[in-house]
């Protein structure tokens, strides 16, 4: 019609104005607002002067008809366009700003009173370097991160992005420094530093540049110990029990390598400078819909408050203190499982993301969850296991917080699926037991953890469904990365990869010493067979030992 944007969206405020079920209305209104303030069209220079207007006009169309969705969809987008920071961050890394990690490569080393959230235990010459940004960005390389180290002999270090499909653009990115040749038997300190942003070339999904130029370092201790072989080292089953892990008692090196994982937020000034507004705009909107509660009983209405709780406390409450509202937002959670059964497993996932939130917002909170695996709860040197079980999660969240766990128990929980568990990077022990996993393709992150040793799956309904669906959740089949490295032009001949094939590309590659798998529908002699060609080096299967 050759209008102007302008115009448009003057359109649109007519047309909701006549009848606010509208919703494509509301949607074009969505459209054009960020068209327009993408562009910085005179009178939409900034969502400060923009949204505060919008919100008013949207609450016309909630509180006259709370029970017309097409407002609330509005408002969610509202609410999404308030909270969101354009430009991509830089939230947590591994190791932390100001660490002193200690790379050991003997699990015998004695005298060794380090904190056991900053002993990293080595059985390659390489170590991970974790970069885990706010959203998905792109153009990750030498080019754009400097690392400066002894231990970068190679300057044009890969970096790979950890994503489950076949993408270019990741929210987090890993790359591996390498050590120095030969043993070290005096401990040894290499410096490391780290910097970003002082060149683009690092893009999010939406096109904003990551701009905010920042630079930390952290220090490496090398005891890479020669000793004697000992006998049945590296050999020994993990377990689960309880009576294998005692409780945690902090020392004081612990709070600074902990606390540091709570240090690294960066606002650039534009940000600091409508921070403000953004904080009261939520806090407004939270305080009408308390006031629609008081006066009606609304499924929507919960949610949106629900959300609006959520992201008030993540703007607003220091770091290293619990969220404020979070028990709010379980128990509004628990509600809508009950008001609107339809939608249960939504609000089980929702429930469940703000529950991790919670354990990981504070060191107490973590530590309290976090048990020595050992025979001796006096053995310092023992791995340190955060445990997560019983807690009937059905989805996985908080990874940020969570880099530095190298032996994570996740048993008796509700998970379906444990997508972004790639980020963690140091993970060697794994127990996924007793939960409801119905298939291998839900296990593909495990594909990208290379330091993981001990895995535990038993208990679960893998094999049980005849379809799995899981595959299909992805934009096109041809995305996914199950099976794309597939050499379309070869001949397959093992029977077992045609009979397991799901299975054959996640467990492939894999170093797995120990793989337990019992209670599963897919288990029979056939199938351990197979599993113990596809994973030559595993020493322990359903807790017998292989010969």
């Not at 590296?234 to 689960?240: Q, R």
């Not at 904080?279 to 939520?282: D, K």
């Not at 535990?456 to 049980?464: K, L, M, R, V």
């Given at each position: 019609?050759?209008?102007?944007?302008?115009?448009?969206?003057?359109?649109?405020?007519?047309?909701?104005?006549?009848?606010?079920?509208?919703?494509?209305?509301?949607?074009?209104?969505?459209?054009?607002?960020?068209?327009?303030?993408?562009?910085?069209?005179?009178?939409?220079?900034?969502k400060e002067?923009?949204?505060?207007?919008e919100?008013?006009?949207?609450?016309?169309?909630?509180f006259?008809?709370?029970?017309?969705?097409s407002?609330?969809?509005y408002?969610?987008w509202?609410?999404?366009?308030?909270?969101?920071?354009?430009?991509?961050?830089?939230?947590?890394?591994?190791?932390?700003?100001?660490?002193?990690?200690?790379?050991?490569?003997d699990?015998?080393?004695d005298?060794?009173?380090?904190?056991?959230?900053?002993?990293?235990?080595?059985?390659?010459?390489?170590?991970?370097?974790v970069?885990?940004f706010?959203?998905?960005?792109?153009g990750?390389?030498s080019?754009?991160i400097?690392?400066?180290?002894?231990?970068?002999?190679?300057?044009?270090l890969?970096?790979?992005?950890?994503?489950?499909?076949?993408s270019?653009?990741?929210?987090?990115?890993?790359?591996?420094?390498?050590?120095?040749?030969g043993n070290t038997?005096?401990?040894?300190?290499?410096p490391?530093?780290?910097?970003?942003?002082?060149?683009?070339?690092?893009?999010?999904?939406?096109g904003?540049?990551?701009?905010?130029?920042?630079?930390?370092?952290?220090?490496?201790?090398?005891?890479?110990?020669?000793?004697q072989?000992?006998?049945?080292l590296?050999?020994?089953?993990?377990?689960?029990r309880d009576e294998?892990?005692h409780?945690?008692n902090?020392?004081?090196?612990?709070s600074?390598?902990i606390?540091s994982?709570y240090q690294?937020?960066?606002?650039?000034?534009n940000?600091?400078?409508?921070?403000?507004?953004r904080?009261?705009?939520?806090a407004?909107e939270?305080?009408?819909?308390?006031?629609?509660?008081?006066?009606?009983?609304?499924?929507?209405?919960?949610?949106?408050?629900?959300r609006?709780?959520m992201?008030?406390?993540?703007?607003?409450?220091?770091?290293?203190n619990?969220?404020?509202?979070?028990?709010?937002?379980l128990?509004?959670y628990?509600?809508?499982?009950?008001?609107?059964?339809?939608?249960v497993?939504?609000?089980?996932?929702?429930?469940?993301?703000?529950?991790l939130?919670?354990?990981?917002?504070s060191?107490?909170?973590?530590?309290?969850?976090?048990?020595?695996?050992?025979?001796?709860?006096?053995?310092?040197?023992?791995?340190?296991?955060?445990?997560?079980?019983?807690?009937?999660l059905s989805r996985?969240?908080?990874?940020d917080k969570?880099?530095?766990v190298?032996m994570l128990?996740l048993?008796?929980?509700?998970?379906?699926?444990?997508e972004?568990?790639?980020?963690?990077?140091?993970?060697?022990?794994?127990?996924?037991?007793?939960?409801?996993?119905?298939?291998?393709t839900?296990l593909?992150?495990?594909?990208?953890?290379?330091?993981?040793?001990?895995l535990?799956?038993?208990?679960?309904?893998?094999?049980?469904h005849?379809?799995?669906?899981t595959?299909?959740?992805?934009?096109?089949p041809?995305?996914?990365?199950v099976?794309?490295?597939?050499n379309h032009?070869?001949?397959?001949?093992d029977?077992?990869?045609?009979s397991?094939?799901?299975?054959?590309?996640i467990l492939?590659?894999?170093?797995l010493?120990?793989?337990?798998?019992?209670?599963?529908?897919?288990?029979?002699?056939?199938?351990k067979?197979?599993?113990i060609k596809v994973?030559p080096?595993l020493k322990?299967?359903?807790?017998e030992?292989l010969h």
């Open positions: 019609m050759n209008r102007s944007e302008e115009d448009e969206l003057k359109y649109t405020e007519d047309m909701i104005c006549n009848n606010f079920s509208n919703y494509s209305a509301w949607h074009n209104r969505s459209l054009l607002l960020s068209n327009l303030l993408k562009r910085k069209v005179e009178g939409f220079v900034s002067k923009v949204l505060p207007d919100y008013e006009f949207v609450h016309q169309a909630i006259t008809d709370p029970d017309d969705q407002g609330w969809f408002h969610l509202l609410l999404d366009q308030t909270v969101r920071v354009d430009s991509p961050q830089l939230v947590s890394s591994w190791p932390t700003p100001g660490s002193d990690l200690i790379l050991l490569g699990r015998c080393l005298g060794c009173a380090s904190s056991p959230f900053t002993r990293f235990y080595l059985d390659s010459r390489t170590f991970p370097l970069l885990y706010n959203q998905s960005v792109e990750v390389n080019s754009t400097t690392v400066d180290s002894e231990l970068n002999t190679n300057k044009d890969v970096w790979k992005p950890l994503s489950s499909c076949n270019k653009a990741a929210q987090v990115w890993v790359t591996q420094l390498n050590l120095p040749d038997h005096s401990s040894k300190v290499f490391v530093e780290v910097s970003l942003g002082h060149s683009q070339g690092i893009i999010s999904s939406s904003f540049h990551y701009s905010n130029p920042f630079c930390f370092a952290f220090r490496v201790s090398l005891q890479l110990v020669e000793t072989p000992v006998e049945g590296g050999k020994e089953i993990i377990s689960w294998s892990f409780n945690y902090a020392h004081s090196q612990d600074s390598p606390s994982l690294l937020s960066i606002k650039n000034d940000e600091l400078t409508d921070f403000e507004w904080a009261a705009t939520i407004k939270i305080d009408h819909f308390r006031e629609l509660l008081s006066l009606i009983n609304c499924k929507i209405g919960k949610l949106t408050l629900a609006l709780l992201a008030h406390d993540a703007m607003t409450c220091p770091p290293a619990k969220f404020s509202h979070s028990e709010e937002v128990e509004l628990n509600d809508l499982m009950r008001l609107d059964p339809m939608h497993q939504y609000y089980k996932d929702q429930h469940s993301l703000v529950l939130q919670q354990v990981t917002s060191w107490e909170s973590l530590l309290s969850r976090c048990f020595h695996y050992s025979n001796s709860p006096s053995n310092r040197g023992s791995p340190m296991c955060l445990q997560l079980k019983n807690l009937s996985l969240g908080s990874f969570l880099l530095w190298q128990d048993s008796h929980n509700e998970l379906r699926s444990i972004g568990l790639e980020a963690l990077q140091l993970l060697s022990c794994l127990n996924l037991s007793n939960n409801i996993l119905g298939s291998f839900a593909e992150p495990i594909r990208q953890l290379k330091s993981l040793r001990a535990n799956i038993s208990y679960n309904e893998i094999g049980a005849s379809i799995d669906t595959k299909y959740l992805c934009s096109s041809l995305s996914h990365s099976g794309s490295e597939w032009g070869q001949t397959v001949i029977d077992d990869i045609k397991y094939w799901e299975a054959y590309f492939k590659g894999l170093n010493t120990q793989f337990d798998i019992v209670g599963n529908a897919i288990v029979n002699e056939k199938f067979s197979f599993l994973l080096g322990w299967l359903d807790g030992q």
